[in-house]
């Protein structure tokens, strides 16, 4: 099962006033009503909500774009940390283990001394 994403931009203001009163497809330039001034005025600041809107969301997926990266980096630190953690158990286990297996031979060569050393004690008694 996918989850669904969703992007709300709320809040976002221009100060180019209000948005002409007429569609672009209504532009009719024969109507002595509407002047071409007014047409071209209207256009204009069409075109200038449009861009505002379009770097308003360049600057929105620039900041996204960057958690991005940082989130991915931030991951990336994690799982080297992680890593590294392991490898340090790891090598701590592994001396602990040579500890042992030392401790061992040693104890095993000391009960072959005391083993060879108590027959010869036996013999001087004798």
């Not at 709320?10 to 007429?22: H, L, V, W």
């Not at 009719?28 to 204009?44: E, K, Q």
């Not at 890593?83 to 031979?105: F, H, I, N, P, Y």
């Not at 050393?117 to 004798?126: M, S, V």
């Amino acid at each position: 099962m996918g989850l669904r994403s969703s992007l709300v931009v709320s809040g976002i203001t221009d100060n180019i006033g209000p948005a002409p009163d007429f569609d672009i497809l209504d532009v009719d330039i024969t109507d002595p009503a509407n002047d071409l001034d007014n047409y071209l005025s209207g256009v204009d600041a069409m075109l200038q909500k449009i861009i505002t809107g379009a770097s308003t969301l360049g600057a929105a997926k620039t900041r996204i774009d960057m958690q991005t990266d940082f989130a991915q980096t931030l991951m990336d630190s994690i799982d080297k940390g992680i890593g590294r953690l392991v490898d340090v158990d790891m090598d701590e286990a592994s001396t602990r283990l040579k500890a042992l297996q030392t401790q061992e031979q040693l104890a095993v060569q000391a009960l072959q001394i005391a083993n060879s050393n108590a027959g010869n004690i036996l013999q001087l008694f004798r």
